[in-house]
């Protein structure tokens, strides 16, 4: 019997992307992948509600309850350490993070963005911030990516991208909407099961996917 990849999901929202995840691996779409916690920075995040509504065990930690961004790090890598995590997943987690989590997790954290990186990514750009950069541009394609964790800001390898049309009326909202529905619900459930079968290969900060 194959050993069961342990999964931690990092959310601060609504957690539609921890939804995907959570529906993926009931139709067992995830490979050995399980999500056995639900970390959130946010108390009243309704992410949160779709994790009890399944069952897995959530961790609360407020930003504001640590006196540095050093200080929340060391709790969360403790906190998903005692968990016996192998797999962290941000998923719409809106937090800074530095260095302990990132050598504690090498080459073994995904996030999911929305944007096509290079592109309207790296430091303020998150959230609904990214959808008005791409229309303040006027890009005709946007789209999302899952790329591997490093220190620098949505620097890291690039495991998967899905392009989305740009429409001349999309809002902020509905172009969000269009990326989440049409790529980040697809592409992160499928670069986790990829992570979970060993088929995320690094070379020179590129990836290749292995035998698809
Ligand atoms: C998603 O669009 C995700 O790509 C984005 O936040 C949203 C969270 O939605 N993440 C970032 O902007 C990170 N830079 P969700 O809570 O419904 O999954």
Redesign the pocket.
């Known amino acids: 019997m194959t050993k069961t990849t342990n999964i931690a999901v990092f ?8 939804q995907a995840l959570i529906d993926a691996q009931h139709r067992g779409e995830l490979g050995n992948g399980k999500i056995t916690l639900v970390v959130s920075s946010k108390p009243d995040a309704y ?1 949160l509600e779709r994790a009890k509504n399944n069952d897995i065990p959530t961790a609360v930690l407020p930003r504001k309850e640590y006196d540095s961004i050093a200080a929340y790090s060391r709790a969360l890598v403790e906190t998903v350490e005692a968990a016996g995590i192998d797999l962290i997943v941000l ?2 987690f ?1 937090t800074i993070i530095d260095e302990q989590v990132y050598d504690s997790f090498p080459n073994r954290i995904l ?4 944007a096509l990186i290079p592109s309207f990514c790296g430091k303020g ?3 609904l911030r ?1 959808h008005e950069a791409a229309l303040e541009k006027g890009v005709k394609v946007s789209g ?1 990516t899952v790329h591997i964790v490093t220190p620098e800001c ?1 620097a890291g390898p690039i495991v998967l991208q899905k392009a989305v049309e740009v429409l001349d009326d999309d809002t902020p909202e509905t172009l ?1 909407k269009r ?2 529905e049409q790529a ?1 619900w697809k592409i992160l459930p499928e670069a986790v099961r990829l992570f979970c079968e060993n088929k995320i290969n690094i070379v020179n900060n590129k990836v290749y996917i292995k035998g698809e």
Request: charged share 10%; proline share 4%; glycine share 20%.
């Open positions: 959310v601060s929202g609504g957690g539609t992307n921890l992410a998923a719409g809106m996030n999911v963005h929305p750009y998150y959230g990214v999302a949505d969000q990326i989440m980040e």
